[in-house]
């Protein structure tokens, strides 16, 4: 959306089809190969761009992570906004971003877990920083405010910086698990890891065993 809450200009919206559209080539590519046999040069013929289109959206083949991680956002806000409507508690809603973030990663394919690989090992301090879109940031934060007014979460912390360390350790987490190949530690590691976070923000009176 642009400012004011007007829609996207055509202009936008055309550039949101054409980024669109070469992840999804991306992902039938990686679909039938290995993620090192697609190159950025097939992505381009199927999605119908130049490689200066694609270069201009991603940076390179690594940076379609960031489509990927826009779009789990992309889900993760629609359940959010599913379990409010529901008058889900703020607990519950952190556990829900766990359970979106570990299923996704979970049920990804060999393609997908190689490209956030090759993301990790070259990513810079300013990548690594911009891991999570903004709106996930913002919504998590939202969340614990909203848990720090109802008491059940301490208001010892700044909401924005609880929202980065929840993320950032569900992120550190998945990029351990992403190391090993793919065991079955997900979910009890990001498990672990959100009740470790949550016991230290439990408020006054509130039950510090999750």
Not at 186 to 194: I, K, N, S
Request: proline share 3%.
């Amino acid at each position: 959306m642009s400012e004011g809450g007007d829609a996207p200009s055509l202009r936008a919206r055309k550039k949101l089809r054409t980024r669109d559209r070469i992840f999804d080539a991306a992902v039938e590519l990686f679909a039938t190969r290995p993620y090192a046999e697609v190159t950025v040069d097939e992505i381009c013929d199927l999605a119908e761009v130049g490689r200066a289109t694609f270069f201009r959206f991603y940076g390179s083949k690594a940076g379609l992570l960031g489509e990927y991680s826009q779009r789990l956002a992309e889900r993760i806000v629609q359940r959010l906004d599913d379990d409010r409507t529901r008058g889900a508690s703020a607990t519950e809603r952190l556990w829900a971003v766990q359970d979106e973030i570990t299923t996704a990663w979970d049920l990804s394919g060999p393609a997908t877990r190689e490209m956030a690989k090759e993301w990790i090992r070259t990513a810079n301090a300013t990548d690594l920083h911009q891991v999570h879109p903004p709106e996930l940031l913002a919504l998590v934060a939202d969340i614990v405010r909203e848990g720090q007014a109802a008491g059940e979460f301490t208001s010892a912390y700044e909401p924005d910086f609880v929202a980065w360390i929840v993320l950032a350790s569900l992120s550190a987490v998945t990029a351990g698990w992403l190391g090993t190949d793919g065991d079955d530690t997900l979910v009890q590691g990001t498990r672990d890891a959100v009740a470790f976070l949550l016991n230290g923000l439990a408020g006054p009176g509130q039950a510090r065993t999750l």
